[in-house]
Each structure stands twice: as C-alpha cells, then as structure tokens.
C-alpha cells in the first residue's frame, strides 16, 4: 500500500479541494502488510503549528496489487483505495455552527450551515420538527464542513409526505455528541 498526503479545503459547496503537501512527514510512506497483521503508520508535522485555528489534511491510502504471472486463466484484480482525515487542532479551536433552512420541493427541505469557527464541525444527522414536536423530515447523512465553509444538506419526508410551511424546529447531532437545535420558518 501507498499512502500520500493532502492539504484539505472544501469550496463553498462543500466540494472537496484536495492540493499535495510536504507539510507533514509520513512514516513509512509504503507499507506491506501481511494477513491477520498490523501496521503503525507515523505522521509528523515538519513546521509549527499555527495556535489559532485547526490544520486539516487527508491521508490517501491506495493498494498497490503485486504483478503475478499470466497463467492463461482470466483474473480480475481489484484494488482498495480509502481516504481518512487528518487534523491538527489547538485546545482553543472549536466550530461555530449557523444553520438555516428554506424548501427545496414539497417533501423537501434544503438545510444551509455555515461554520464560522476555526474547527471543523460534522452533523451525522438532521431531524426536522413541527413546535409541537411532530417529525417532518430527517436524514442521517451528513459530512465535515471546514472552518469558514457554508454547506447545504437535502432532508427529505418519509413516504414523499407535504412538509408544511411555517415554524419548525431543526435538531442536528454532531460527531462530538453534542446536539444543536435551531428555530425555523419554511415557507408555504
């Protein structure tokens, strides 16, 4: 397996922006491993950190398949790739969330957040309620939004259900388990 290494930065659609850096030390950047074994993989920042808000990366881990001989049989090799985050944070960082949301169709709603803080924050899940607390639509699909980044997420109703204007309530659970709750007006 090969393993490089990216300075992370999202687009104000939350696309991912991924650019080559140097700014970290992996060690070993090639790894073999064998069946039913482990492998620790280092990482090391080469310069100081900067005090006042988290650094983020990710780490692009690739298989690299071993040539084997033609036996005359037809094989197919398949290839894992994955990509984990990286994030340097001081004590002090945190997120600050601001969500909105506004209808996207009858059955669904278009739920805006902007992190203003200097951390990463990352909802697993939103649930829309009526002020008396009946659901209005949910999903359980979130993703990270980076400091300084506005990311918009679809909710939808179950069964294709109206969802009705007016005041409602927007609950979001974080991968910290923490919970946010905002006051929403949709329209009709």
Do not use: H
Request: aromatic share 6%; with cysteine.
């Amino acid at each position: 397996m090969q393993a490089d290494l990216y300075t992370w930065k999202q687009k104000p659609d939350g696309e991912e922006e991924l650019i080559p850096t140097e700014d970290l030390l992996l060690s070993p950047p090639i790894i073999k491993i064998a069946g039913k074994s482990r492998q620790v993989v280092r990482l090391a920042r080469l310069n100081r950190a900067p005090s006042d808000r988290q650094l983020t990366y990710r780490m692009k881990v690739r298989e690299i398949p071993e040539a084997k001989p033609n036996t005359g049989n037809l094989q197919l090799q398949i290839a894992i790739a994955f990509s984990l985050p990286v994030f340097i944070t001081p004590p002090t960082a945190k997120y600050k969330l601001g969500c909105t949301a506004e209808r996207a169709a009858t059955d669904m709603v278009k739920v805006t957040c902007e992190n203003t803080g200097n951390a990463y924050a990352q909802p697993l899940d939103f649930v829309l309620t009526s002020p008396t607390g009946e659901l209005l639509a949910s999903s359980s699909t979130g993703g990270y939004i980076l400091p300084t980044i506005k990311r918009s997420f679809d909710i939808k109703s179950e069964n294709s259900k109206p969802i009705p204007g007016g005041k409602a309530i927007l609950n979001m659970k974080l991968d910290d388990g923490s919970k946010q709750t905002f006051d929403v007006a949709l329209s009709k």
